[in-house]
């Protein structure tokens, strides 16, 4: 099953690339993008415009993160510069000739990817240990993070993109006195921060308190390790699984409101059966089959 759905993927990349050529005979600006495109790699590919003056790239981070750089062109590309957009804190300082290419533009992001590991290091932290409010995971262009005290009791912390390991800007929110006690605790030991120490643990030592964990009942369940795609817990005990075999779930979808478990082997072949797919090299890029979230997993996991 796998091979065919992987040709019937490739097949339809072939049907984009050969429709791009056709476009690509009746001007420059669409022999240009065409050339490009092929140059960073059609598995990059994320979306583009019947007329190719929109274009996206897929990036994966040094984290195994999937970031989506969305690229406008206009007709005098490239002595105009492309208008960009992407799910980051801020945007980098483009840098750009009339020389310039598009995988000079996906160099740049990489490089701005590589600036925010920290931030995003230390969101993901909090995401993971606090009781966050969002029904869903917040855009990873949100600095913000809103933190239930319990009793309709609030603390929003505004991490800084730029030097994530500084203190953060705070508020609190609600009418109990706890909270009021929290504010003054929090301004009279402010200057305690030390930007050696972990985030979190720098935001106990000023609060001179812990903060509460999600309730059981806020949580997925954590005796769910069902695949959510085979339904069951463990893989098959078979020599062509090679070390996988008998395995448990080994893949999270990393959206906090859906984290489904499942196999990245069973992962995998359901991505390779939908043709909006993307493979560079032993990484497909793909959609959560639950909440459509971007999900990335390594297809050589199947076999050691």
């Known amino acids: 099953m796998v091979s065919g759905t992987i040709i019937l993927r490739n097949q339809m990349e072939r049907i984009e690339q050969s429709r791009c050529r056709e476009l690509a005979n009746s001007s420059s600006f669409y022999r240009t993008v065409y050339s490009e495109i092929e140059e960073v790699g059609w598995e ?7 007329d190719l003056e929109f274009v996206s790239f897929r990036v994966l981070d040094e984290k195994g993160r999937v970031h989506c750089m969305e690229i406008k062109l206009d007709k005098n590309y ?5 208008s960009i957009s992407m799910d980051v804190p801020y945007i980098f300082n483009l840098k750009w000739s009339t020389n310039s290419r598009l995988k000079d533009l996906l160099q740049q992001f990489r490089e701005h990817l590589e600036k925010l590991q920290e931030f995003w290091i230390i969101l993901d932290e909090i995401d993971k240990s606090l009781w966050i409010v969002d029904t869903k995971q917040p855009s990873r262009a949100n600095a913000c993070r809103q933190i239930n005290l319990g009793n309709d009791c609030f603390i929003v912390l505004s991490i800084h993109a730029n030097d994530p390991k500084s203190i953060p800007e705070c508020r609190f929110m609600g009418s109990d006195p706890t909270v009021n006690s929290l504010r003054k605790t929090w301004q009279r030991n402010s200057k305690r921060w030390n930007k050696d120490k972990p985030f979190l643990e720098n935001v106990v030592n000023l609060l001179e308190t812990q903060l509460p964990r999600r309730p059981i009942d806020h949580q997925n369940d954590v ?9 069951a817990q463990s893989l ?16 999270t979808c990393d959206n906090i409101s859906c984290s489904r478990d499942f196999h990245s082997i069973c992962l995998g072949d359901w991505l390779c059966s939908i043709t909006t797919t993307r493979q560079s090299y032993d990484v497909l890029f793909g959609n959560c089959p639950y909440c459509s979230e971007p999900v990335a997993v390594r297809i050589n996991n199947a076999k050691r």
Request: charge should be negative; proline fraction near 11%.
């Open 44 to 50: 990059h590919l994320g979306r583009l415009s019947g």
């Open 223 to 231: 005796q769910q390790v069902e695949c959510g795609i085979c339904y």
């Open 236 to 251: 098959p005990v078979d020599d062509e699984l090679g070390a996988m075999s008998g395995s448990g779930t080994d893949y």
């Open 78 to 82: 490239p002595s105009s510069p492309p």
